[in-house]
């Protein structure tokens, strides 16, 4: 008798939902934290910015060499978790660094940004497209919540460090070293590679036998080794520029418009101030992104991932102009529509890359995916703060209204059917069956 599929993700899906959330949770707080709040102390929000894009910048470089070879890398759970670990390490130097030695700290917070990227968009990213092919965009618009999350405690994250005297940074800082210790051990005691090899199943299906998804699993760690997508091949796609860039450009947005949102409210703190000031206002940002990351995660799922991306491309239009307008009710309105993408839009590279190639180019496609749409975020957070500081906050929501027209485009130029026809080719070529239909064509 056939089992009945269940809509749950299983106590082990759970656990790698939770460990990739934490990792963005970690990602959040050792990168983009001390660019909003630690700026003061270290030098000025244009020159920690300028670290991160060139640090983020030399991942990409790292990220495409990974590419070359990820197909082949036995085990990835582990591979993740030593980078959570190194992560880890250098989070402690942000933290204990003192400013009197900016040149040690900036040089620390550079390689942290550098190993924690990889950790939480990469590593753990393959993992989550290994374990649910097809349910990925549900399953990160759940561990995005993070970002918003994270997010909205910035406020009393800057409250707990300026209160005083004396900036108490470790204690801002000790529930977030805390729940990443909780989430690499969480990584290292319950995920593996693939949920056959603790027992659970691919999307948590259990309408087929242990025995049939073992074999599965099998055929496809052998053909990962053999991929046809290689990172040339998947560069010269005219359709993974179609889509990569727009993904890359709502990172862009949304990671550089929230590490300047202090800089940008203080435009408006006093009329802000009678409604609760700066926390109320990035707290119900937090619940805003919560509820978008996981509608857009739903869709993403139901309706495929170029659907997902299209409504989010549009919201980034509508709140670029509206943004725009020096009025406290448009400029909350400007962040509420980027605050509908933010945790989304680092849903989309897992999605793009599992829906649109095959399970066993999945691996080799999102390592390049990935690391391209990283590489055009990073320079987010330094063009905004540039913007935002020389010509005001109302030329960083004009950037964000153009970059949305420009991904519009591009997005609505993505065929699938061709991804498909390229894919054809290479498989011919070398001699690979053309069955085993791709899955999902949304």
């Known amino acids: 008798m056939q089992q009945k599929k269940t809509i749950s993700f299983g106590f082990r899906g759970w656990m790698l939902i939770i460990y990739q959330a934490i990792a963005f949770l970690s990602f959040m707080v050792f990168t983009n934290y001390p660019m909003n709040i630690l700026a003061d102390m270290y030098g000025g929000a244009q020159k920690i910015s300028t670290v991160y894009t060139v640090s983020i910048l030399i991942g990409i470089i790292a990220q495409i060499f990974i590419a070359r070879f990820i197909g082949k890398i036995k085990n990835v759970k582990r591979f993740s978790i030593t980078l959570g670990i190194i992560s880890f390490v250098l989070a402690l130097g942000v ?33 989550v497209g290994q374990w649910f092919p097809r349910r990925k965009g549900t399953v990160m618009g759940i561990a995005t919540f993070a970002f918003p999350i994270a997010n909205g405690l910035i406020g009393l994250f800057a409250k707990s460090v300026f209160n005083g005297p004396v900036p108490n940074v470790f204690g801002a800082f000790l529930p977030y070293l805390i729940l990443s210790i909780v989430g690499l051990l969480i990584g290292a005691i319950f995920v593996t590679d693939y949920p056959e090899q603790c027992g659970a199943f691919r999307d948590n299906d259990r309408n087929i036998t242990p025995e049939v998804a073992k074999a599965m699993m099998e055929a496809e760690i052998k053909a990962k080794a053999n991929s046809v997508w290689t990172v040339g091949r998947t560069l010269k796609t005219r359709d993974f520029w179609f889509i990569t860039i727009p993904m890359g450009l709502l990172l862009f947005c949304a990671v550089g418009l929230m590490t300047q949102t202090m800089m940008i409210l203080g435009n408006f703190a006093a009329e802000l101030e ?14 805003v992104a919560c509820l978008g990351s996981w509608l857009l995660g739903v869709l993403d799922t139901k309706f495929g991932t170029k659907a997902a991306i299209t409504i ?3 919201v980034m239009v509508v709140g670029g102009f509206i943004g725009s307008i020096r009025s406290l009710p448009a400029l909350l309105i400007g962040m509420a529509c980027v605050a509908v993408f933010m945790g989304a839009s680092s849903n989309f590279t897992v999605s793009a890359a599992a829906q649109y190639w095959r399970r066993e180019d999945f691996p080799n496609v999102f390592a390049c995916v990935n690391p391209i749409a990283n590489a055009i975020q990073a320079v987010g957070p330094m063009i905004i703060a540039i913007l935002a500081t020389t010509r005001g906050y109302q030329a960083a929501f004009i950037a964000v209204g153009i970059f949305g027209i420009i991904s ?13 026809l390229v894919d054809d080719k290479y498989r011919t070529a070398a001699g690979l069956p053309l069955d085993d239909a791709l899955v999902g064509r949304k």
Not at 99 to 117: K, N
Not at 274 to 287: K, N, S, T
Not at 408 to 420: A, D
């Open 312 to 314: 989010s491309v549009a």
């Open 274 to 287: 009678p409604i609760g000031g700066f926390g109320i206002v990035m707290l119900g940002v937090a619940v």
């Open 95 to 127: 933290i204990f660094i003192p400013p009197a030695s900016q040149g040690l700290w900036l040089v620390c917070y550079g390689l942290e940004t550098f190993f924690v990227v990889l950790y939480c968009t990469f590593a753990i990213g393959v993992l």
């Open 408 to 420: 519009l485009i591009l997005i609505l130029l993505f065929n699938s059917k061709h991804v498909k």
